[in-house]
């Protein structure tokens, strides 16, 4: 239709513009849009000469002029760099290209000290716009009841949802064991009969290959998010960073068969850490009310279909996975609150309690009804180490606790240090799907070879007890006297969760020192080979099996000697993923938001043009967009002066829903149709379209939009001389994805994102430490 056939209609159509602000008639000028992005020099007053050594960056030098930096907020001078970096100097003030480069070299894959750029931030913010206002003032406080009800109906949907997965892995996994030990216990005391003891050994490899084939045909093709636990794929969701289809039924599915698929395998894994990211998957799916993989919206909780709301549950589903995972409610709801979620809200509480308590109690009524004796609820998680009987301690036994938890921590910083190093040599040399399942098919024969040389290696023989009789039992003879059974056999002929409490329940004489030091030392090189294969997997049990009473009180005192992080950290840093810590860097109060922002900016008028919106989105990768009343001239971009002033920011994704729907001032019949409101952006929620899925015509691009109604009328802003950790906290607590930087005058003169903050980051080597700035790559794979 003509762009201007409507115009004259659209007043008085729609309450919503009327309410605001008279729409302002200003002259349509186009704005250069700058393709590369300059950032500030970042200052450093003093820098420790072994930096050079442990990082790849080089400090700049810059000045800062008045009118970046405010008066009485300046920033100290740094050292001049010994190499050149290209720079462009506007009045009395040196700006520096960015420092971000498309990918890191192979000797430089898997170092610690860079961030990925390939991973956006997640809108934790409420976007508290005109249309959002209507919703709350039509529907009123019935609305806001039904919503908390609605709450409490999908965590307990959630709990429900994910104790029943854990129900079918758990049970899954013990009849298809049940059928792999017994063939191998018939074909192993055939083998030991005739002496053809290859047979068994073939089919063990066999019987360990067939399952991980199908558990790294998933977690390397299918589903490459669904390897490993998926705990610190989840842990950096809760944070506040997009992880690419973490929580899709996708990566369900494969998370869930993938993981039976290894414990079957015979791998040095469980299914206790997986379980978490499963209740993670189910609680973002039933929130939203839809699927998108399978595309079908059932219609229901569309309120929501929003970041901050799918989180919440998300922190829900995890603490279910917990409960599920490990029988402990108030376990789950800790590691949501302490592990999980960084932005937690005190009403979330209760609820994430509820949903724990509801997933321990239908997995524990599901498996007790399962095993014969319903209404016990003897099952309280899929980890049970069974009952102890009489079980006291004497003081004097705190001095060989002390020394375990000693040894412990050692093995500990060792397992971590040993993981690290394999998991960077995978993340060089490993990079194919192909590579990766070939090297899980690899450890599966290794496993089984390890295992059986120790059956065959190792003479140690012990009384067939009648609980040994059991159908969970699998006694194997070897070369053992008759009524005897090969104690070696006994660890290895089950899966690693059983091992754990035959370790726990045998009685004392059940294992010979040999057999006990050889099946360590093996399970331990094996578990750390194991953890980081593109298979889905979890990293409790091995650990149990390994040491399960290690002190925490060494691990502290081994952070002091040896400075470093838990598993999970480590590899989130290996990966680039801007994930926040719980406190900004230290002695950072000297670096401003002047330093640390983004400009050029690019900015959007209250009602703009849709042909420069579509050309700006054309031109530029940013999420985030400040809404001035006047864009720049020329003149005033080139110098940084500023970008206009501040009247609200706008996201890509309500864009391009405004240009998919054909929001534009001239279109009467779409504002006729009241079609206008929240409800058009939540059900494009969370898979926005893309550009080239909006379809316009010439006219469509000499139309306008007002920004001015779905626009975000309060977006958080500071001012130039910000310090960093006042920046920091806000981001953290607030769950922001775009910061603006504004002068005295409130006129827009950066953004700062979450990138520009958890670059900055202290490194501490051999006693000393410092602050250094990291490599930002477009991605790190």
């Known amino acids: 239709m003509d762009c201007q056939s409507g115009a004259s209609g659209v007043n008085g159509l729609i309450p919503i513009l009327t309410r605001h602000r008279k729409v302002e008639e200003k002259e349509m000028e186009s704005f250069p849009v700058l393709k590369e992005k300059t950032l500030k020099e970042s200052l450093f007053q003093q820098r420790n000469l072994n930096v050079a050594a442990i990082s790849t960056i080089h400090p700049r030098a810059s000045e800062v002029s008045g009118e970046d930096v405010p008066d009485g907020c300046f920033p100290s001078s740094s050292k001049d760099s010994d190499e050149e970096e290209s720079s462009e100097k506007v009045g009395n003030s040196i700006f520096y290209v960015d420092s971000q480069q498309e990918s890191p070299s192979d000797e430089n894959r898997g170092q610690l000290n860079m961030l990925s750029a390939a991973y956006e931030s997640l809108d934790y913010d409420t976007c508290v716009n005109a249309a959002w206002l209507d919703e709350e003032r ?432 480590i590899h989130i840093q290996m990966q680039g993923v801007p994930i926040m810590a719980w406190d900004a860097p230290p002695l950072s109060n000297n670096i401003y938001a002047s330093e640390v922002l983004n400009r050029p900016v690019t900015t959007l008028r209250t009602v703009e043009k849709v042909s420069r919106i579509v050309e700006i989105l054309k031109s530029c990768t940013y999420n985030g967009f400040p809404v001035v009343d006047s864009i720049p001239t020329e003149e005033e971009a080139r110098n940084f002066k500023s970008y206009g002033t501040l009247r609200g920011l706008i996201l890509r994704s309500q864009l391009t829903v405004l240009l998919k729907h054909k929001v534009f001032n001239e279109n009467a019949h779409v504002w006729e149709s009241s079609k206008v409101d929240i409800r058009l952006f939540r059900l494009s929620y969370p898979r926005y379209f893309t550009l080239q899925e909006v379809d316009l015509t010439e006219e469509d691009l000499e139309c306008t939009i007002d920004l001015r109604p779905f626009h975000n009328p309060s977006p958080y802003s500071v001012v130039s001389c910000t310090p960093l950790p006042r920046m920091f906290n806000l981001f953290r607590a607030l769950g922001l994805r775009h910061l603006v930087v504004v002068n005295d005058s409130r006129e827009v003169v950066g953004m700062v994102t979450r990138k520009d903050l958890v670059k900055y980051r202290v490194w501490k080597h051999r006693g000393q430490m410092g602050l250094e700035e990291l490599v930002i790559y477009d991605n790190v794979a």
């Open 138 to 569: 039509t529907k009123g406080y019935t609305f806001v009841v039904k919503k908390d009800v609605a709450r409490w109906l999908v965590v307990l949907v959630t709990a429900v949802l994910t104790a029943l997965v854990g129900c079918c892995i758990d049970i899954t996994i013990e009849s298809l064991s049940k059928f792999k030990y017994t063939w191998l216990k018939t074909y192993t005391d055939y083998g030991v009969e005739h002496g053809v003891l290859i047979i068994p050994y073939l089919l063990w490899v066999a019987l360990n290959i067939g399952p991980t084939l199908v558990a790294g045909y998933l977690g390397s093709y299918v589903e490459p998010v669904a390897a490993g636990s998926g705990i610190p794929q989840v842990k950096c969701y809760l944070n506040g960073v997009k992880v690419p289809r973490v929580v899709r039924i996708k990566t369900l599915v494969s998370k869930a068969v993938g993981v039976t698929m290894s414990v079957l395998g015979g791998l040095a894994v469980g299914k206790e850490g997986p379980m978490i990211h499963s209740g993670a998957v189910i609680a973002a799916g039933v929130s939203q009310g839809k699927t998108t993989s399978f595309k079908y919206d059932f219609g229901i909780f569309e309120y929501f279909r929003e970041d901050h709301e799918k989180r919440d549950f998300v922190s829900a589903g995890a603490a279910a996975g917990v409960a599920a995972a490990f029988g402990a409610p108030v376990g789950g709801v800790l590691f949501s609150l302490e592990e999980g979620a960084s932005f937690w809200n005190q009403a979330l509480t209760w609820r994430v309690f509820f949903g724990a308590m509801m997933s321990a109690f239908t997995l524990n009524l599901v498996l007790s009804t399962y095993n014969g004796v319903p209404g016990k609820l003897t099952y309280n998680g899929l980890l049970n180490f069974g009952k102890f009987e009489d079980l006291t301690y004497e003081i004097w036994e705190f001095i060989p606790f002390l020394l375990m938890g000693v040894m412990g921590g050692l093995l500990g910083a060792l397992y971590n240090f040993i993981n690290f190093k394999l998991t960077q040599l995978r993340m060089r040399y490993i990079t194919r799907p192909w590579q990766k399942v070939a090297e899980a098919i690899l450890v599966a024969s290794t496993t089984a070879s390890v295992a059986f040389l120790m059956i065959y290696g190792l003479h140690d023989c012990r009384k067939i007890e009648d609980e040994a009789s059991r159908s969970d039992r699998y006694p194997i003879q070897m070369y053992c006297n008759d009524g005897e059974e090969s104690a070696v056999a006994a660890i290895w002929f089950q899966t690693p969760e059983k091992s754990v409490r035959s370790l726990f329940h045998d009685p004392s004489k059940s294992f010979e020192w040999l057999t006990l030091s050889v099946f360590f030392g093996c399970y331990f090189l094996l578990a750390c080979w194991t953890y980081g294969l593109g298979i889905p997997s979890g990293l409790f049990i091995p650990t149990l099996l390994c040491g399960a009473a290690w002190g925490r009180l060494t691990g502290k005192l081994m952070t002091l000697l040896f400075p470093g992080q838990g598993l999970y950290d």
